[in-house]
């Protein structure tokens, strides 16, 4: 009898427990970053339909849910799922189906590469990027004379690394129809002793890239599964792409739903008539991977080129101003026209002249809206008192890695007066409440460890200078998590869906193989991914099954 009394017991408790709650999945053994508003870092949660459902202790979660698969993060750790806010998912696909032209110490090194690509390839035409005459100890623009006697019948078009310049041979330049007679405001054509030099700035490039051969559906698919690869391998589950034609949003839009592709895109209209005549006629598209709700405009070039529109001229090249690709008049058309679609504005500028054009335009066309959420993409260089005019309705959204990239010769482009506003990321943030952070890619590497390394060290990656460029404008490890997360996902209207490991949030978080909030700074960018998920799946995984 009194064995069969415990017994008895048992039984009746098990009677009495209530029913295990069904769940997808339950990861524990972490240190959670949630991002939450207290930052609260916790130990494991609960998936249930590609969403946190839970956020808790492990043993209280095992004995609540009937758990069909668990992670064991084995003490590693996550963050929110990382996003880039300004990146070129589509570009750096096509990139990786041309010449890849980056970290080239040399001309002769650029032509080498083509030189080996096209045995290989043997392309009708030779499409290349990546390469930087700032890397070279010539530090100029080359000529097309050595592509002329290469390639005299291919045409070939290599891109500068910021996509705002451009060689090309004498073949291309005919094909676009680009002689010397002509005349394109916004950007550069050169010519030397009255021939063609084959470098062309800004606006002219567009005449090659319309002359380049069209890609079919399928070219474009690949380009954009290889670059979700990488993406993926890096911990990004949602990339802002800042410039999209219509066509290629509506691919992604179709891959997404057919499950071939699991990567979130924030697609950026490009500024083409063509497509804002479709998307601010028929409206923004949402569905839980794609949102197209903003377009994206170019205000002026690039530092690295001299195409960024300044104020004053270079410091190394007097009476050079950079030009504006959009003239104020146009951007404060364009900006009435976007506003009044109920859009959101994401303008590219560089120079402080462009800088202040653009915030002008903005102000004008926000009057009234305070939650425009409009974006200055990269606010690269800042008259001191142009930094009050950006705050939450109108947010900088730049990229660190630019600032340990250009250190090295920005001064010299723009003076010791008017670098202290340039790459200014705690001082935009000090007035606009928030920072987004992003990459560039392809113009910078896709690792979203190198963004945050630059953020909070303002280092490169050899870890110079000692004490940091520019130290007071660095972030700290707080501020640049929120900036590839939260902030990143509310410049997006989406902080109430991501940005943060929140019960009701997408289950999409990044398992990282050291803790970036404490290790030694110097150690940040050898930081590993070991897994992204995204809607609670593991999407990408460097850790042995």
Same mark, same amino acid.
């Given at each position: 009898?009194?064995?069969?009394?415990?017994?008895?017991?048992?039984?009746?408790?098990?009677?009495?427990?209530?029913?295990?709650?069904? /769940?997808?999945?339950?990861? @524990?053994?972490?240190?959670?970053?949630?991002?939450?508003?207290?930052?609260?870092?916790? $130990?494991?949660?609960?998936?249930?339909?590609?969403?946190?459902?839970? %956020?808790?202790? @492990?043993?209280?979660?095992?004995?609540?849910?009937?758990?069909?698969?668990?992670?064991?993060?084995?003490?590693?750790?996550?963050?929110?799922?990382? %996003?880039?806010?300004?990146?070129?998912?589509?570009?750096?696909?096509?990139?990786?189906?041309?010449?890849?032209?980056?970290?080239?110490?040399?001309?002769?090194?650029?032509?080498?590469?083509?030189?080996?690509?096209?045995?290989? @390839?043997?392309?009708?035409?030779?499409?290349?990027?990546?390469?930087?005459?700032?890397?070279?100890?010539?530090? &100029?623009?080359?000529? $097309?004379?050595?592509?002329?006697?290469?390639?005299?019948?291919?045409?070939? /078009?290599?891109?500068?690394?910021?996509?705002?310049?451009?060689?090309?041979?004498?073949?291309?330049?005919?094909? /676009?129809?680009?002689?010397?007679?002509?005349?394109?405001?916004?950007?550069?054509?050169?010519?030397?002793?009255?021939?063609?030099?084959?470098?062309?700035?800004?606006?002219?490039?567009?005449?090659?890239?319309?002359?380049?051969?069209?890609?079919?559906?399928?070219?474009?698919? +690949? #380009?954009?599964?290889?670059?979700?690869?990488?993406?993926?391998?890096?911990?990004?589950?949602?990339?802002?792409? #800042?410039?999209?034609?219509?066509?290629?949003?509506?691919?992604?839009?179709?891959? +997404?739903?057919?499950?071939?592709?699991?990567?979130?895109?924030?697609?950026?209209?490009?500024?083409? *008539?063509?497509?804002?005549?479709?998307?601010?006629?028929?409206?923004?598209?949402?569905?839980?991977?794609?949102?197209?709700?903003?377009?994206?405009?170019?205000?002026?070039?690039?530092?690295?080129?001299?195409?960024?529109?300044?104020?004053?001229?270079?410091?190394?090249? *007097?009476?050079?101003?950079?030009?504006?690709?959009?003239? /104020?008049?146009?951007?404060?058309?364009?900006?009435?026209?976007?506003?009044?679609?109920?859009?959101?504005?994401?303008?590219?500028?560089?120079?402080?002249?462009?800088?202040?054009?653009?915030?002008?335009?903005?102000?004008?066309?926000?009057?009234?809206?305070?939650?425009?959420?409009?974006?200055?993409?990269?606010? +690269?260089?800042?008259?001191?008192?142009?930094?009050?005019?950006?705050?939450?309705?109108?947010?900088?959204?730049?990229?660190?890695?630019?600032?340990?990239?250009?250190?090295?010769?920005?001064?010299?482009?723009?003076?010791?007066?008017? %670098?202290?506003?340039?790459?200014?990321?705690?001082?935009?943030?000090?007035?606009?409440?928030?920072?987004?952070?992003? =990459?560039?890619?392809?113009?910078?590497?896709?690792?979203?460890?190198? =963004?945050?390394?630059?953020?909070?060290?303002?280092?490169?990656?050899?870890?110079? *200078?000692?004490?940091?460029?520019? @130290?007071?404008?660095?972030?700290?490890?707080?501020?640049?998590?929120?900036?590839?997360?939260?902030?990143?996902?509310?410049?997006?209207?989406?902080? =109430?869906? &991501?940005?943060?490991?929140?019960?009701?949030?997408?289950?999409?978080?990044?398992?990282?193989?050291?803790?970036?909030?404490?290790?030694?700074?110097?150690?940040? *960018?050898?930081?590993?991914?070991?897994?992204?998920?995204?809607?609670?799946? &593991?999407?990408?995984?460097?850790?042995?099954?």
């Amino acid at each position: 009898m009194k064995k069969i009394f415990p017994l008895f017991l048992l039984c009746l408790l098990i009677a009495c427990a209530p029913e295990k709650i069904p /769940a997808d999945l339950l990861v @524990k053994n972490a240190t959670i970053y949630t991002v939450n508003e207290n930052f609260d870092t916790e $130990n494991a949660f609960i998936v249930k339909n590609g969403k946190i459902l839970e %956020i808790g202790i @492990k043993p209280e979660l095992e004995l609540k849910y009937n758990i069909a698969e668990t992670y064991d993060a084995k003490g590693k750790t996550i963050v929110p799922g990382l %996003i880039d806010g300004h990146a070129h998912l589509y570009g750096l696909g096509l990139n990786l189906q041309d010449v890849d032209l980056t970290e080239t110490t040399s001309y002769d090194e650029v032509l080498a590469r083509v030189i080996t690509f096209q045995k290989e @390839k043997s392309k009708n035409y030779i499409i290349g990027r990546g390469w930087d005459q700032n890397d070279w100890e010539e530090k &100029k623009f080359p000529t $097309n004379k050595e592509l002329d006697s290469l390639f005299p019948e291919t045409p070939v /078009a290599l891109t500068r690394i910021d996509g705002h310049a451009m060689i090309v041979n004498s073949k291309a330049l005919e094909l /676009a129809g680009i002689t010397t007679e002509t005349k394109m405001d916004g950007g550069v054509i050169g010519v030397e002793s009255g021939k063609l030099t084959g470098i062309l700035v800004d606006s002219p490039m567009s005449l090659v890239e319309e002359s380049f051969p069209k890609q079919n559906r399928g070219y474009n698919k +690949q #380009a954009l599964l290889d670059a979700e690869r990488i993406c993926l391998e890096m911990g990004l589950t949602t990339v802002n792409d #800042a410039g999209l034609d219509k066509e290629v949003i509506q691919l992604i839009d179709s891959l +997404q739903r057919r499950d071939s592709m699991a990567l979130r895109v924030y697609a950026m209209v490009s500024n083409k *008539p063509k497509n804002l005549d479709y998307y601010l006629n028929n409206g923004k598209v949402k569905t839980d991977r794609l949102n197209v709700r903003s377009v994206k405009v170019y205000a002026d070039g690039a530092l690295g080129s001299r195409g960024a529109a300044m104020r004053n001229s270079y410091s190394d090249m *007097p009476g050079h101003f950079g030009a504006m690709i959009t003239p /104020a008049d146009s951007l404060q058309t364009l900006a009435d026209k976007i506003a009044t679609a109920d859009f959101q504005m994401n303008t590219h500028a560089i120079g402080d002249s462009a800088n202040i054009s653009v915030l002008r335009a903005y102000e004008t066309a926000l009057k009234g809206k305070t939650d425009a959420r409009w974006k200055i993409e990269h606010a +690269q260089i800042v008259t001191e008192k142009d930094f009050d005019k950006f705050s939450k309705n109108i947010i900088p959204s730049v990229q660190p890695t630019h600032a340990t990239s250009d250190m090295y010769w920005a001064e010299d482009r723009i003076g010791s007066k008017r %670098i202290k506003g340039a790459y200014a990321y705690k001082t935009l943030l000090d007035k606009a409440g928030i920072v987004v952070l992003g =990459t560039d890619f392809p113009v910078e590497k896709v690792n979203p460890m190198y =963004t945050f390394y630059a953020a909070v060290a303002r280092k490169d990656l050899k870890h110079y *200078p000692e004490n940091g460029f520019q @130290k007071k404008d660095a972030l700290s490890r707080e501020e640049a998590l929120k900036g590839m997360t939260i902030w990143a996902a509310y410049s997006n209207f989406e902080e =109430t869906e &991501k940005g943060s490991i929140e019960e009701g949030k997408f289950a999409d978080f990044t398992v990282l193989d050291r803790d970036i909030m404490k290790v030694e700074e110097d150690s940040i *960018p050898n930081t590993k991914v070991l897994a992204t998920f995204i809607n609670g799946k &593991k999407e990408f995984s460097s850790e042995e099954e």
